[in-house]
């Protein structure tokens, strides 16, 4: 395996409020689950090292706040951001009609790299609490899906953890392939930003925790 890091990638995930961006984030980078509800303030975020063919890429994956005030939050994190997860809870469906406004806010103000729309994975959460176990699997999700230009669909459980791995693989080979076709091209898109965006988190995060310790118990 080669050392060092081939890129860090930002990817965002946004959505209603309640839907479970914060557990699903804590679930990937922590392998954490809470029951216990708090409403994010701005954002937060966490980081994980994904590897591919011997290349290791530093994810850092944004927890944005869900409340509808702070849909210019999601257009400031979204226009350096590589990848998008938006997501809905399996079962309020006006959460999945939701993810199209959320998606829309994204294309106003984001390009990938390459200039097309960046890639935005829709991800139905909450699969645990679908009376039938089947419907882990969703055919109407995937229709859905792909007739809104996102560039896939899963059903995850971020209690039972289900499709959290295998849904964040897909959207991060989605970004990396994508990269790779540019690279190919005689573009040098790996590692162009990595400094300033981990700058960006570092200083965010302390002003995440600043903001917590001012409204205790509110966030
Ligand atoms: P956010 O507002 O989108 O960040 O949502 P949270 O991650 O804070 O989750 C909202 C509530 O839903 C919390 O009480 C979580 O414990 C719960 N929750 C989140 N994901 C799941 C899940 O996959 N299954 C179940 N049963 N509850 C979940
Ligand atoms: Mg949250």
């Not at 999700?141 to 959290?164: D, M, P, Q, V, Y």
Request: charged residues 25%.
């Amino acid at each position: 395996m080669s050392s060092g890091f081939r890129s860090d990638l930002k990817i965002i995930v946004i959505g209603t409020s309640g839907t479970g961006k914060t557990s699903f984030v804590n679930k990937w980078t922590k392998n954490i689950f809470s029951d216990t509800y708090k409403a994010t303030i701005v954002s937060e975020f966490g980081f994980k090292i994904f590897e591919q063919d011997g290349k290791l890429y530093r994810i850092q994956l944004w927890d944005l706040a869900g409340q509808d005030k702070n849909a210019m939050v999601t257009k400031i994190f979204a226009k350096d951001a590589h990848g998008c997860v938006v997501m809905a809870d399996a079962t309020n469906a006006q959460t999945r009609e939701d993810t199209l406004r959320w998606k829309g806010s994204v294309d106003e103000v984001a390009t990938f790299l390459d200039g097309g729309k960046l890639p935005c994975l829709l991800v139905e959460n909450k699969a645990d609490l679908l009376e039938d176990p089947s419907a882990e699997k969703c055919p109407e999700l995937e229709e859905f899906g792909n007739g809104n230009g996102f560039c896939g669909s899963f059903r995850t459980s971020a209690k039972t953890g289900l499709n959290i791995n295998e849904s964040m693989e897909y959207l991060i080979k989605n970004i990396i392939q994508r990269m790779e076709a540019m690279q190919s091209k005689g573009n040098e898109v790996f590692n162009t930003n990595r400094k300033s965006v981990t700058l960006d988190a570092e200083k965010h995060t302390e002003i995440a925790a600043q903001k917590r310790k001012n409204k205790d118990g509110c966030c």
